[in-house]
């Protein structure tokens, strides 16, 4: 168990509709990130927030948007949701510094019908 | 943006032989992660190891930043040690970069 949680762990929805990820991170981790999983584009990058302040974006779509809460957990929400969306979408705390290491969330299935 | 490419893409095993997995990344990181993602689609985390050398049981990892390149050792192979091993760099603000992973399959 590292330490991160994540909910819910499996999502069904219908395309066009709107979800939202919760993640807790590990105890004293100020850093959140959040990854998508795909079988086309693999493992990817999306954002990062470090106490409440977004910190670095990747491939992001315009649909999707985060926050970190002064409780520091996050949410993902998805918006306008595609086919293509369906995928395992990760979360991972660290401490904070640069370079430190991730630690992930047991990850939240999302499958648009 | 950083490439990362790990070999080999699939690997089946004889339950008690030895592997390397490799990793080459394109650029220079901050720090590299190895992680197992087993059946149930959890990513664990086995190395941090941005350089040198580490141990952890049955498993080491190598890392030689300067000639940007990783490699995972897995001896004497367990069933439990099937799944897929990612390396994952940090490319800068500490955002991690994925490669495809390597699908090892260990056979009893």
């Known amino acids: 168990d590292s330490g991160v949680t994540q909910t819910p762990k499996h999502l069904i929805t219908a395309t066009g509709q709107r979800v939202t990820l919760r993640c807790s991170p590990r105890?004293?981790?100020?850093?959140v990130y959040w990854y998508q999983q795909s079988l086309d584009q693999g493992l990817q990058f999306l954002i990062q927030?470090?106490?409440?302040?977004?910190?670095a974006k990747g491939n992001i779509l315009e649909r999707f948007s985060a926050q970190q809460f002064p409780d520091l957990h996050s949410e993902l929400n998805l918006s306008s949701l595609e086919l293509g969306d369906s995928a395992l979408y990760f979360c991972a705390s660290s401490v904070g510094g640069p370079g430190n290491e991730q630690f992930f969330g047991p990850g939240t299935r999302l499958t648009v019908l | 943006g950083i490439q990362v490419e790990q070999s080999p893409p699939d690997l089946i095993l004889q339950e008690g032989a030895n592997s390397t997995l490799r990793c080459n990344f394109s650029?220079?990181?901050?720090?590299l992660q190895w992680f197992h993602q087993n059946p149930w689609g959890q990513l664990i985390n086995l190395f941090y190891?941005?350089?040198g050398t580490k141990q952890n049981g049955r498993l080491s990892a190598t890392t030689v930043a300067t000639e940007r390149y990783s490699l995972l050792y897995i001896s004497s192979s367990q069933t439990t040690d099937s799944g897929v091993y990612f390396c994952a760099v940090d490319y800068g603000n500490n955002r991690l970069a994925f490669g495809k992973g390597n699908q090892v399959v260990v056979i009893p």
């Open positions: 650029d220079s990181v901050n720090n």
């Open positions: 105890s004293g981790d100020l850093s």
């Open positions: 927030y470090y106490n409440g302040e977004e910190r």
């Open positions: 190891i941005p350089s």
